[in-house]
């Protein structure tokens, strides 16, 4: 399906989904006006009719998933061809400078790479909008979806909309159905007793701790609220949308999308996703820059660095 039509679809049972839970609100706004077992009546019909709606449209749900992962690999495609572009410009801006090559010879090797970086902004520009259409689609499918089945993507755009309360156990786990008690660092009694802060902070750890040779991305370092989180995937997204990797609350200078980490050939890279405010590497605005590990990464006030095991 193309990615037009696959929006098409998508936004036309969308509608349908806001029109049923519309009639649901006005039915219970009319409970004290019509027989109970009436307005009941009326909310189970268009229950099932959303119910109905939505298993329409959690296989569109995992499509988007798969157009935006493709984009994501064609953007970091296109940036890794500009990159080695620039390498060989370089070599042979050097070959030229010590009289290997003339001005003649280094145009004509060089005219190819030119083209390659001098055609990269528009066609990451282009993917950009795709991805933001894409996005935004998946938004609006958070906003009306049922709360049991509440979508989230794992990478995203720039865009500065309100804080959504984010719930640190769906971003981390601890405990999988069946789970043997041995597996994990926390029994159900101990997790009961965790508020929020401790909640997140200790699962981030039981993540390190099963998977030490990972990358990390600690926040806070040094501080009673530090929190690990593990370098998993090829792509981590950082913001204030519940949809990130990693959802930072509290801080109105993070955009929805900040920025992401992201990994290609053994490499770390992190990338401004156009935000309001920017993301800074040891001080510095970055559009996009290779990590090596040790870097502070400062997005509005929030504070993390990066670290890779030795």
């Not at 649901?24 to 099932?48: L, S």
């Not at 410009?89 to 280094?106: K, P, Q, S």
Request: aromatic content about 6%; overall charge negative.
């Amino acid at each position: 399906m193309e990615k037009a039509d696959l929006l098409s679809r998508f936004e036309s049972k969308l509608e349908l989904l806001e029109k049923y839970q519309t009639f649901i609100d006005k039915a219970q706004g009319y409970a004290e006006r019509f027989n109970p077992a009436v307005v009941q009546k009326v909310i189970e019909d268009n229950t099932a009719k959303v119910q109905e709606v939505t298993a329409e449209i959690e296989p569109l749900v995992q499509q988007v998933h798969g157009e935006i992962a493709d984009i994501e690999v064609e953007r970091g495609n296109i940036q890794g061809g500009v990159e080695d572009a620039r390498m060989r410009m370089e070599e042979y801006e050097l070959r030229m400078a010590i009289g290997e090559l003339d001005d003649d010879t280094f145009a004509s090797e060089t005219a190819a790479d030119r083209g390659i970086i001098d055609g990269a902004d528009a066609k990451v520009a282009k993917l950009d909008e795709e991805l933001a259409s894409l996005m935004g689609i998946l938004e609006r499918w958070n906003t009306l979806a049922p709360a049991e089945q509440m979508d989230l993507p794992a990478a995203g755009v720039a865009d500065d909309d309100l804080d959504v309360a984010d719930d640190p156990s769906e971003d981390f786990g601890i405990l999988d159905d069946g789970e043997e008690s041995g597996d994990s660092l926390f029994s159900a009694d101990d997790l009961d007793d965790l508020g929020d802060d401790s909640l997140e902070a200790s699962a981030s750890a039981a993540r390190v701790a099963k998977a030490p040779e990972m990358p990390v991305l600690v926040r806070d370092e040094d501080t009673e609220a530090e929190i690990t989180y593990t370098f998993e995937n090829e792509v981590m997204s950082i913001g204030r949308g519940r949809e990130n990797t990693i959802q930072v609350t509290g801080d109105s200078k993070v955009s929805r999308y900040h920025c992401k980490l992201y990994s290609r050939d053994g490499n770390f890279f992190i990338e401004d996703n156009q935000s309001a405010n920017g993301t800074l590497v040891d001080g510095e605005m970055v559009k996009e820059r290779r990590l090596f590990g040790g870097e502070e990464i400062t997005i509005g006030e929030t504070a993390f660095r990066f670290r890779i095991p030795a």
